[in-house]
C-alpha cells in the first residue's frame, strides 16, 4: 500500500473511533445497574456533583485495594456534597457479590455490554477491560477533572483532595 493510502486508512478508521471524553466535554450519560440493586442514571443526578471511578475487574489485587480504601477512608469524599460510584464492566452479579465481599457502603455500577465504558473512552481499541480512570462530573454535567494516575492506596483521599480543589461544597 502506497504511504498515502496507508494515511488515508488509517485516518478514516480513526474517526470511526470514539474518543474520550476530555475536561470541559458534557459527560456521557448513562444508565447502569448498581450493586445496591438501584439503577443510576446521570441524568437522575442532574444538579449534583458526581464521581465515577472506573476500575478494571473485580476481585482483583488493586480493584480490592480501591475498593476497600475507599470504604475505610470514604469520610473524607462524605464530608462533600457528592454522589459517588466505582464501576467496571463485570456483569451484575459479579459486582455485587464483590460489593458484599468488602461490606462496600456505595455502589459499584455495571457495564457488562461497555457501551458506556466506551463512551468515557475507558474501553478502547487493545484494551478489554477498563482504564483506573476517575471522573468528576460538574452538577451541570460537564467533565471537572479525569485522574488518569489513580494510586489504589489512597483513592479516597486523592478523590477528596480533587473535590476541595474543585471548590464542591462541604455538607
Known sequence: MKPTLALA???LSASFAQAA????DKAPDFKLQGSD??????????????????????????????CKNMKENGKAI???????????????????????????????LSDPGKKTAEAYGVVHEGRQVPERWTFYIGPDGTIQAIDKMVNTKDAAAEIAAQLEE??????
Open 9 to 11: 486508512a488509517l485516518l
Open 21 to 24: 471524553p476530555e475536561v470541559g
Open 37 to 66: 440493586g438501584k439503577e443510576h442514571s446521570l441524568k437522575d443526578l442532574a444538579g449534583k456533583t458526581v464521581v465515577i471511578a472506573w476500575f478494571p475487574k473485580a476481585f482483583t489485587g488493586g480493584c480490592t485495594a480501591e
Open 78 to 108: 462524605k464530608a462533600y456534597d457528592v454522589v459517588y460510584f466505582t464501576a467496571s464492566t463485570d456483569d451484575h452479579a459479579t459486582n455485587t457479590k464483590f460489593a458484599e465481599s468488602l461490606s462496600l457502603d456505595y455502589p459499584i
Open 166 to 171: 474543585l471548590g464542591v461544597k462541604k455538607k
